[in-house]
């Protein structure tokens, strides 16, 4: 019975994910906007994070915490991978992954609480994604208020932690990883497959296709945006 309801579980997950196919997202994403919209949010920075708070705020709101990558995948570059239409609904936090020195989901989530608790600002639910090297940080995500976890072209790394709190959306392209400095040709796919398997235990979603790693960021985020922000 656990595994006929668990297998019901992603199935009604998988149905509610976003219809479009991989070419209509690709074309759409040249259309709009991404980044902040003007005045329409302030942003705060303290240490390593960026914060942007909607102008129009309210009491209790939604956060969509992204860690980055290495390289050139800091906070300021993924901040501009977020359509701009995310800024006026959520308030979004940017962060700098372990492997380039960052200090993890529990640090990070504390320091974000208490900013906005200046700000008088209660959070509602949380969305976690980590882009390449931010997976394993997304994946550290934990508490009740935690809704999703997008991972995205991330680390195929199965986290040691048995207790993993909301859904997990996988989308990949494991060509991205081949041969690369983290893994060579035959570890990455047979991490990925592993990984993905996992992620379907575990009641999440995967998609595998054929986005070119530096552009997954803006993909992933238009092509799940309501999985995402409300």
């Not at 991404?34 to 309210?58: M, N």
């Not at 380039?100 to 900013?115: D, L, M, R, S, T």
């Not at 980590?130 to 934990?142: I, K, M, R, T, Y």
């Amino acid at each position: 019975m656990k595994k006929i309801l668990g297998l019901i579980s992603i199935l009604l997950f998988c149905a509610c994910s976003e219809y479009e196919s991989e070419a209509e997202v690709l074309s759409k994403i040249r259309t709009i906007d991404f980044g902040l919209p003007g005045d329409k949010a302030k942003v705060k920075r303290s240490g390593q994070l960026i914060i942007s708070i909607p102008k129009q705020k309210e009491a209790k709101m939604q956060v969509l915490l992204v860690f980055g990558g290495l390289y050139y995948a800091n906070p300021d570059f993924m901040l501009n991978q977020v359509p701009s239409s995310f800024f006026e609904k959520a308030i979004l936090v940017f962060a700098p992954c372990r492997a380039v020195g960052g200090a993890g989901y529990n640090f990070y989530k504390n320091q974000f609480e208490k900013i906005l608790k200046k700000e008088g600002v209660i959070i509602d639910e949380i969305s976690v994604c980590g882009f390449s090297g931010g997976g394993p940080d997304a994946l550290e995500a934990n508490g009740n208020d935690v809704k999703v976890i997008g991972l995205i072209d991330a680390v195929p790394e199965i986290p040691s932690k048995k207790d993993i709190k909301g859904r997990i959306i996988n989308a990949f392209n494991k060509l991205n990883w081949y041969d690369n400095e983290f893994y060579g040709e035959k570890n990455a796919y047979r991490k990925f497959e592993s990984f993905a398997n996992w992620t379907r235990q575990v009641g999440g979603f995967n998609e595998e296709n054929s986005v070119n790693h530096e552009l997954f960021p803006k993909y992933f985020f238009y092509k799940f945006r309501n999985r995402l922000v409300k």
